[in-house]
């Protein structure tokens, strides 16, 4: 299947700081990407729906000006947590949309002290 | 809206025998249906998946699914449970019908432990 990668897969930072995690459809071009949030024990949470080329459609609730939202190529998208807080600690997986399937990367883990 | 339910958070089951993993779906169009596992720290892997044709869908390490249309149901199943198969299991599905269309819908994921 489909491979998708996404970078780092664990970080720490410090409150007030930026981070910027990456998404890659490594063999495949993928017009849509999405990115979930999973806190501990719960199912994913969709944030936003990223299109390449235009802005990110975010979930209600989801913050865009704190989770901001980069499809710069049909095989990359960023999520870039701003001004981190320790309850942004979470884990974050996107996943890439290959025609009738989504393919996922393996989640990033974030944790702001 | 689309919508999933696993209604069991956990299921236990000795090793060597069948295990069911419970989902139900509700949808305005046709479904496709999915199940994913997760092992700890890890992103989510395919395990089948339905999208048309036969009702029942056989995929990775042995597992298989049954579409039931008239229960709305898409339950997960495999003959010989292995200690390895220890994981949590998402069932998703999505709607090929109206906005949104192409968004996955996830269940709350059911916990499944095989006791050795």
């Known amino acids: 299947g489909a491979v998708v990668s996404q970078h780092p897969s664990r970080v720490i930072c410090k409150s007030g700081t930026s981070v910027k995690i990456e998404c890659r459809s490594l063999?495949?071009?993928?017009?849509?990407m999405f990115w979930y949030r999973q806190f501990p024990k719960k199912s994913l949470m969709l944030m936003a729906t990223s299109n390449e080329g235009s802005k990110a459609t975010y979930e209600q609730g989801v913050e865009k000006d704190k989770f901001l939202i980069n499809h710069a190529s049909l095989t990359l998208s960023t999520l870039t947590v701003t001004s981190a807080h320790p309850e942004d600690s979470s884990f974050y997986i996107c996943?890439?949309?290959?025609?009738?399937?989504?393919?996922f990367g393996p989640g990033t883990r974030l944790t702001v002290t | 809206a689309q919508s999933v339910a696993q209604p069991e958070d956990q299921v236990n089951v000795a090793e060597g025998n069948p295990l069911t993993v419970k989902c139900t779906y509700s949808v305005s169009g046709n479904p496709y249906l999915f199940w994913y596992v997760q092992y700890p720290n890890r992103g989510l892997q395919f395990l089948l998946k339905?999208?048309?044709?036969?009702?029942l869908v056989k995929g990775s390490y042995g597992f298989e699914a049954e579409f039931n249309k008239s229960q709305t149901s898409f339950h997960l199943k495999k003959p010989s449970a292995l200690v390895s198969d220890s994981a949590l299991y998402f069932c998703a599905v999505r709607d090929t019908h109206g906005a949104g269309s192409y968004q996955l819908t996830f269940g709350k994921g059911t916990k499944l432990s095989v006791i050795p």
């Open positions: 339905y999208i048309t044709g036969d009702n």
């Open positions: 996943s890439a949309d290959d025609i009738n399937e989504q393919y």
């Open positions: 063999d495949f071009q993928a017009t849509t």
